[in-house]
């Protein structure tokens, strides 16, 4: 039955839960173990937040607590589906996928990065995908090595 045909109420909800899909980067979806362990666990969590709102009486509440966490599960499931585990860098002597790279900014600011996967990127932890423009900027360079990337030099201090 449309929701044309129940009361106001549910109009409303159903236009909030027709959450679009989170959307889903056109790179390769390369991901180190850990970015691969913190996929599964995302995904199960938001497959715990879909049951736990199943289990709400009211079907207009149900639907609204069940939105986001569906949308999650399908990202995160899809995720999983096209995650390529890379391994280590078998050497420090150029920047790849998993290297962990201490450079200095044009500025004189000192800082130290791990290129990962997309899903686990964060610069406040220490980690940035590998698809960010320093990232890009850096693959394949050793110690020493001087790129631009946001309109400043970059130099490469050490990689491990």
Same mark, same amino acid.
């Given at each position: 039955? !449309?929701?044309?045909?129940?009361?106001?109420?549910?109009?409303?909800?159903?236009?909030? #839960?027709?959450?679009?899909?989170?959307?889903?980067?056109?790179?390769?979806?390369?991901? #180190? *173990?850990?970015?691969? *362990?913190?996929?599964?666990?995302?995904?199960?969590?938001?497959?715990?937040?879909?049951?736990?709102?199943?289990?709400?009486?009211?079907?207009?509440?149900?639907?609204?607590? !069940?939105?986001?966490?569906?949308?999650?599960?399908?990202?995160?499931?899809?995720?999983?589906?096209?995650?390529?585990?890379?391994?280590?860098?078998?050497?420090?002597?150029?920047?790849?996928?998993?290297?962990?790279?201490?450079?200095?900014?044009?500025?004189?600011?000192?800082?130290?990065?791990?290129?990962?996967?997309?899903?686990?990127?964060?610069?406040?932890?220490?980690?940035? !995908?590998?698809? !960010?423009?320093?990232?890009?900027?850096?693959?394949? *360079?050793?110690?020493?090595?001087?790129?631009?990337?946001?309109?400043?030099?970059?130099?490469?201090?050490?990689?491990?």
């Amino acid at each position: 039955m !449309s929701v044309a045909f129940t009361k106001e109420e549910s109009a409303e909800t159903a236009a909030e #839960t027709l959450l679009p899909d989170r959307p889903v980067s056109p790179h390769p979806n390369f991901v #180190t *173990k850990a970015g691969l *362990k913190a996929l599964e666990d995302q995904l199960r969590e938001a497959q715990l937040a879909y049951e736990s709102a199943q289990g709400i009486e009211d079907v207009n509440e149900r639907r609204r607590e !069940s939105a986001l966490p569906l949308r999650d599960a399908r990202y995160f499931a899809s995720r999983l589906r096209t995650a390529q585990v890379m391994q280590p860098p078998a050497s420090t002597e150029a920047i790849a996928f998993g290297s962990t790279v201490t450079f200095r900014r044009g500025d004189g600011r000192v800082q130290t990065y791990t290129i990962v996967g997309e899903d686990e990127a964060d610069p406040k932890r220490g980690m940035i !995908s590998y698809v !960010s423009p320093v990232a890009q900027r850096l693959m394949g *360079k050793a110690a020493g090595d001087v790129v631009e990337a946001s309109g400043q030099e970059i130099e490469v201090l050490a990689i491990a």
